[in-house]
């Protein structure tokens, strides 16, 4: 069955959002990789799968197509040596966003930014 209303409210009336509110600030996808080594996936959704380009440089493929490119990634990294981490989204030539790919560079180090494959790697995209 089908429930349709224009509002959801807690039980004492003091929170409150609309359906859209709703769908549109919830990730429409998300993953939890380990980098090193053969890239592997943790845990996801609405993510078929990582590929392993280079060192620090994967692609991620989403399950079901965004409804345009204006889509935003976000995400942390993070490694058990201490070394400080950066991610970065790539668009790069002939590799550019698309509705069901984007690629993400990792760095980090402790004395100066090098390509990494980092232990955790926590994506998450919000949009349409």
């Known amino acids: 069955s089908t429930l349709k209303v224009n509002t959801i409210q807690n039980t004492s009336a003091a929170h409150s959002s609309t359906p859209e509110e709703i769908a549109q600030g919830r990730a ?13 996936i943790r845990d996801s ?25 204006n889509y ?10 201490g070394n400080n981490c950066f991610l970065f989204v790539l668009t790069e030539q002939n590799t550019a966003k698309s509705t069901t790919v984007f690629r993400i560079n990792t760095l980090g180090s402790n004395t100066y930014i090098l390509s990494t494959d980092p232990e955790h790697c926590y994506i998450a995209i919000h949009g349409d």
């Not at 429409?28 to 592997?40: D, E, H, Q």
């Not at 392993?52 to 965004?66: E, K, Q, R, V």
Request: hydrophobic share 40%.
């Open 72 to 81: 935003s990634v976000t995400g942390g990294i993070g490694t058990t040596t």
């Open 45 to 69: 959704f609405n993510i078929s799968s990582i590929t392993d380009n280079s060192t620090g440089n994967f692609t991620i493929n989403i399950t079901t197509a965004m409804a345009n490119v």
């Open 28 to 40: 429409k996808a998300w993953v939890n990789f380990n980098g090193t080594g053969t890239a592997a």
